[in-house]
């Protein structure tokens, strides 16, 4: 580089570092701002997430950045990026309490990581919460006096016995609601040992989200909606979408969405311990999809072997949609051994024309993602 070279360049990153520390400025003043919604919000009772401020505060932002020769995206990923901000900022405030009169909350595997989201989520709503665990069933009914709602929230496995021997005579006023990933076994559980309200509530989203801002929650119905109309309105001040579903439809659907899922992954994570992979070599070698793909399987094995058990052991119908997936990977298998090209073609293109134009909108969607994931490169 020569002398003049470096003293444009220098000058410029002087100006850039300039407009930088201005943001900076910026942003402190939009998290003050941001706060202050907060506080408004909590006092109100208002949900954290604001769907329809944020498509109307983006779709001006867009046109004027267009009028500015900014990109539109660019300020979208920017805005989006600062309510994601918003959402853990505006949690610390707390939330309104939406049924004061409740009593208390007992949350049944409380230690577990997602009870200890939930027992937080109702503290900052301004609940009382005890929280049962193993140790602590000889005081049990103690626990169980005066209480409002009772939350099972323990490994797949143990959930349906836990209920029907532990939980048949819990006070009848008291709602009784779970959050296991399957839906079907518990609520009839729950259903044949409480006359009371119950609900089936299952989270889909892992203890690690900051916030439950945008994040779903499926519900299930069991018995007497009105008793726990509160519950739902609660969840969604939270800023979470409640998705009501039948059981069967939703275990069902998890057959594909979780275990085959997550079993895929441990194969995938298996073969590449069994094949010594070098994983400094994958990464240094890795396309933003295959570091993304690598990612998702790679966070499974930072968990616990028995939560994956679990929910892939939870039912015995996901053998069955797991071995349809290892038959068509056979047969798939079978088209490299004979070299048939034509026949990979073949079904791909029919696999093609099955997802439809779901197959451009994961395109554009796995773009923003890839995007993100190359951001985070620093070498
Ligand atoms: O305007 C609000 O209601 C806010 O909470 C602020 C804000 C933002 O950061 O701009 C954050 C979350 C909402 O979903 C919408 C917008």
Request: net charge negative; with cysteine.
């Amino acid at each position: 580089m020569t002398e003049k070279t470096t003293a444009e360049l220098e000058n410029l990153r002087g100006l850039i570092d300039g407009v930088d520390s201005q943001l900076l400025s910026l942003l402190r003043k939009r998290l003050d701002l941001v706060a202050q919604v907060g506080t408004v919000k909590h006092a109100a009772g208002l949900p954290i997430y604001a769907p329809a401020r944020e498509a109307a505060m983006l779709g001006k932002r867009r046109a004027e950045a267009e009028a500015m020769g900014v990109s539109p995206q660019l300020i979208e990923d920017i805005l989006r990026r600062l309510m994601r901000e918003s959402y853990m900022s505006e949690k610390d405030v707390g939330f309104k309490q939406v049924n004061p009169e409740l009593g208390h909350i007992v949350i049944i595997g409380g230690q577990g990581q997602l009870g200890r989201l939930f027992a937080q989520m109702f503290a900052l709503s301004g609940y009382e919460v005890r929280l049962l665990d193993k140790d602590d069933w000889d005081h049990a009914d103690e626990l169980f006096d005066g209480a409002g709602l009772v939350l099972v929230t323990v490994p797949i496995a143990t959930t349906c016995s836990l209920i029907r021997e532990r939980l048949d005579h819990l006070p009848e006023h008291c709602i009784l609601a779970d959050l296991t990933s399957v839906k079907g076994a518990p609520l009839k559980a729950m259903l044949e040992t409480h006359k009371g309200p119950v609900v089936g509530l299952h989270p889909m989203f892992g203890p690690d989200v900051g916030s439950l801002a945008k994040q779903v929650v499926v519900v299930c119905h069991g018995r007497a909606p009105e008793k726990y109309q509160w519950l739902m309105e609660q969840i969604g001040i939270w800023g979470a979408r409640l998705v009501e579903a039948d059981a069967g439809r939703h275990d069902k659907a998890m057959q594909l969405v979780q275990a085959m899922r997550h079993f895929s992954s441990f194969v995938y994570g298996l073969n590449l311990c069994r094949e010594q992979a070098d994983i400094d070599t994958l990464l240094e070698f890795s396309s933003p999809i295959y570091r993304l793909e690598l990612a998702m399987v790679g966070r499974l094995f930072a968990q616990s072997g028995e939560l994956y058990a679990d929910i892939i052991f939870a039912q015995e119908e996901s053998l069955t949609a797991i071995s349809d997936f290892i038959d068509n990977y056979r047969d798939a298998l079978e088209l490299l051994k004979t070299g048939d090209r034509a026949g990979f073609i073949a079904r791909f293109n029919e696999v093609s024309n099955w997802f439809g134009n779901y197959s451009q909108q994961f395109l554009t969607e796995s773009r923003a993602m890839l995007q993100s994931v190359n951001d985070m490169r620093s070498v």
